[in-house]
Every structure is written in structure tokens, then in C-alpha cells.
């Protein structure tokens, strides 16, 4: 995940949802880039979303095994 512009020096949530609306990883991000270890995770769709102070975005993420 890399943060860019003024969301690079505030905090942030990360959250990563299945489709059945369970939060199955969860993690506070500092920084302008980190690695998400998603290996436990089996193959399928999820939602990624990130909120900051200034907002949120939510994306699709897919896992493909």
C-alpha cells in the first residue's frame, strides 16, 4: 500500500473485509509505504478500505492462488 500527497504524515487505518462483511485483517499504517502480509488469506474477492483523517477509499482487492 502506498499513501501519497499529505496522507503520508497522519495515521491511517487499514482494513481488509471478505464479501460476508467480516474484517479479516486490520492494521494501522504510518508512513508513506507498507507491506501487507495477505498470505493467510484463501483466494477471493475482498474490499480494501483506508481511512485517514482527511477521508477514505475503499478498492476491490482479488487473491488468486
Known amino acids: 500500500v502506498t499513501r501519497q500527497g499529505g496522507e503520508t504524515r497522519q495515521a491511517a487505518s487499514l482494513q481488509i473485509v471478505n464479501l460476508e462483511g467480516r474484517i479479516v ?27 485517514t483523517p482527511q477521508g477514505s477509499a475503499t478498492r476491490k482487492l482479488t487473491i488468486a492462488r
Open 25 to 51: 485483517y486490520e492494521s494501522r499504517l504510518e508512513g508513506e509505504k507498507t507491506d501487507l502480509d495477505v498470505s493467510h488469506l484463501p483466494a477471493g474477492v475482498y474490499l480494501v478500505r483506508l481511512q
